[in-house]
């Protein structure tokens, strides 16, 4: 503690915003109860001050800083790597994703994060991912959230049917969480079941999924994103419109 009071009145600020909206848990697990603990989670609240600015050149600097403190937490590369990530600079980012696991191969927030970002969305690794997504079942079976990170691998590698399957075993988890529903909504779509999914798009139409975006204006951000990526269901075609007009009637128009 005396060494975190040492720090500047920036880093202290920062450290507390922080810690208040619980962003370090990962890392205090990582590196409390080691010397220098209090300096390196206050350079991982900068990092993160940083990058909510899009000051990604501090936010490497500071993350590498927990890293030079913490070689052995995962959590400094897990940060460094979003930093590289914000600056577009996926190759850098990659490596720290997996640098991350080999920090600290009990972590399963690293293997979430490699097999999501570094395998899936920069190399196109499914089955890499895959395996990593197994590793966080075996090491926290109840990790929040994960099932909606499932669902999206399985959308991308065409497998609708799992879709569902992740998606239902997410609201059994999480019967609250708007992800859940729209992923199951999406995997109805592709199996086919256009009007079971249709009464889904319009219950969640105006519910805030993530970032301030609404389900149907989000639906269509996951279209958009899926073709890009080579991802084109029969499905979308007809659903374009349908989701068009239920953004508009929200007022989160997607053209």
């Known amino acids: 503690m005396a060494s975190l009071l ?145 669902a999206e691998l399985y959308l991308y590698m065409k497998k609708p049917d799992r879709v569902i399957t992740e998606a239902l075993l997410g609201l059994h988890a999480e019967p609250q969480s708007a992800i859940h529903k729209i992923n199951l909504a999406h995997g109805l779509a592709f199996v086919g079941q256009l009007e079971a999914a249709k009464t889904l798009y319009r219950a969640i139409s105006s519910v805030e999924i993530a970032h301030g975006r609404r389900g149907a204006a989000f639906a269509l951000g996951d279209f958009a994103t899926l073709r890009r990526k080579g991802v084109d269901y029969a499905a979308m075609a007809e659903l374009t419109p349908f989701l068009q007009a239920l953004a508009d009637a929200a007022g989160d128009s997607h053209r």
């Open 6 to 150: 040492r720090l500047s009145l920036q880093a202290v600020r920062a450290t507390r915003r922080v810690l208040w909206h619980g962003f370090l848990l990962g890392a205090l697990t990582s590196v409390s109860g080691a010397a220098g603990s209090g300096d390196a989670v206050a350079h991982l609240a900068l990092s993160m001050e940083a990058r909510s600015k899009k000051d990604f050149v501090v936010a490497v600097r500071e993350a590498s800083a927990a890293i030079a403190l913490h070689p052995h937490a995962a959590e400094g590369y897990l940060e460094r790597a979003f930093a590289h990530f914000g600056a577009k600079d996926l190759t850098a980012a990659a490596a720290d994703f997996k640098a991350a696991v080999a920090a600290d191969p009990t972590c399963a927030r690293a293997y979430l994060y490699r097999g999501d970002l570094a395998y899936r969305l920069i190399e196109g690794n499914f089955a890499a991912c895959e395996a990593d997504y197994a590793t966080v079942l075996r090491l926290e079976p109840d990790y929040p959230g994960f099932r909606a990170y499932s």
